[in-house]
Every structure is written in C-alpha cells, then in structure tokens.
C-alpha cells in the first residue's frame, strides 16, 4: 500500500531542493567573477561547472543581469560571514577594527574566493556602468565603508584614537586593503605585516 504523501511536504522538498542548487550554482558563480568578473559569467559556463543544465540554470535566474545582482548578494554575504560576523562579540572600537583586520587577512589569505577579494576584483568594471550590478556593487562597497567608519567614530568617542576623520579614513583602510589584495596575489610575502604596521600607525594617530 502507497504512504500518502502530504502535498505541502512535496513542496517543501522541492523548494530545499531549489534552494540547494540556487547555492550550488551562486557558490560557483562567486568563484568565476573573482577569477574572472561578473561580465564573463554565463549560463553555459555555470551549468557545464556545476553538471546542471542550462536550462536549468537560466530558469533559476532568467537574464544574466539577475544572475550577477545575485552573484554579488551571494558573495556580500559569504564576506559578511566570514569578517562581519566572527567579531559581532568583540567590543567596539580599537578592538573590533584589530579583529576586522585580523578576519580580513584570513578572508584574503585563505582565499574565500578563488580570485581572492570579489569586491576589489568587480568594482572597477562597473565603476563607469550605470545598472543595478553597479548598484549592488556600490550598495556592498557603501556598507562595508560605514562599517569601518562607525568604529572608527566609536573609537575616537571612547578616547581610544586622536580625532580624525572617520570616513576618511575609512576610505584609507580600504585603499589600502584592496592594494592588499593585489600583493597577495602577487604572492608578496611580506603583506600581512604591512597591513598589521599601517593599522598600528592608524590607530596610533
């Protein structure tokens, strides 16, 4: 004798089942754009990577544009993951930036991504390409710059730095986090103490 199958438990099953290959398929798609950037990625590339169809993949996704806006929200929240997130826990200020610095080198070391920084690799293509890839792009690069910027205030609040400029210099540690990035990939092997020196000196004033 057949179970009976509740109908909302098949489309539940389904739904887990779409939303693993979705993942799937972004987890690729982070990889190549970091590699590669998100003007290279297509369907037929994604779906011959990850054994789908590309029939498949285009129904998840319907145009390119949709695939990249959902490329770079996929890679926001593998970075969230990996550097935001571990230091929630950590007090404000001079220790969260340390800790930050110290998440990121990890994220840019280990790599993350294939291609290393998805940010540093994607922004520049887009910089000049009005659209909503642009828009996500900038949308991640915006938040990221308030981040460092609110501790950076919590900091100077607190007495733990000289006053300065909090957005400026927000843009300073990521300049030099993305020029990072590039040595990295270089293979510069003495990167990760330039890093931890420009932040002491920073922080120092």
């Given at each position: 004798?057949?179970?009976?199958?509740?109908?909302?438990?098949?489309?539940?099953?389904?739904?887990?089942?779409?939303?693993?290959?979705?993942?799937?398929?972004?987890?690729?798609?982070?990889?190549?754009?970091?590699?590669?950037?998100?003007?290279?990625?297509?369907f037929g590339r994604l779906a011959s990577d990850t054994g789908l169809s590309?029939?498949?993949?285009?129904?998840?996704?319907?145009?390119?544009?949709?695939?990249?806006?959902?490329?770079?929200?996929?890679?926001?929240?593998?970075?969230?993951?990996?550097?935001?997130?571990?230091?929630?826990?950590?007090?404000?200020?001079?220790?969260?930036?340390?800790?930050?610095?110290?998440?990121?080198?990890?994220?840019?070391?280990?790599?993350?991504?294939?291609?290393?920084?998805?940010?540093?690799?994607?922004?520049?293509?887009?910089?000049?390409?009005?659209?909503?890839?642009?828009?996500?792009?900038?949308?991640?690069?915006?938040?990221?710059?308030?981040?460092?910027?609110?501790?950076?205030?919590?900091?100077?609040?607190?007495?733990?730095?000289?006053?300065?400029?909090?957005?400026?210099?927000?843009?300073?540690?990521?300049?030099?986090?993305?020029?990072?990035?590039?040595?990295?990939?270089?293979?510069?092997?003495?990167?990760?103490?330039?890093?931890?020196?420009?932040?002491?000196?920073?922080?120092?004033?």
């Open positions: 004798m057949y179970s009976v199958v509740d109908e909302a438990e098949i489309t539940d099953r389904r739904l887990l089942r779409g939303a693993r290959t979705r993942q799937i398929v972004l987890r690729r798609a982070v990889d190549l754009a970091s590699l590669e950037g998100l003007v290279g990625l297509s590309k029939a498949g993949v285009q129904t998840m996704f319907k145009t390119k544009e949709i695939l990249q806006v959902a490329t770079v929200d996929h890679a926001r929240e593998m970075f969230i993951d990996a550097v935001i997130n571990p230091i929630r826990s950590t007090g404000h200020g001079v220790p969260r930036l340390r800790a930050m610095v110290d998440r990121w080198i990890v994220y840019a070391e280990t790599p993350l991504f294939e291609g290393g920084c998805f940010r540093a690799a994607n922004l520049a293509d887009y910089d000049s390409r009005p659209g909503p890839v642009r828009d996500a792009l900038f949308r991640d690069r915006d938040e990221w710059l308030a981040f460092i910027a609110g501790e950076v205030r919590h900091a100077v609040v607190a007495g733990e730095i000289p006053d300065t400029d909090p957005d400026l210099t927000a843009f300073v540690v990521d300049a030099v986090l993305c020029a990072a990035n590039t040595a990295l990939r270089a293979g510069d092997p003495e990167v990760t103490d330039k890093i931890r020196r420009f932040v002491d000196a920073t922080l120092a004033g």
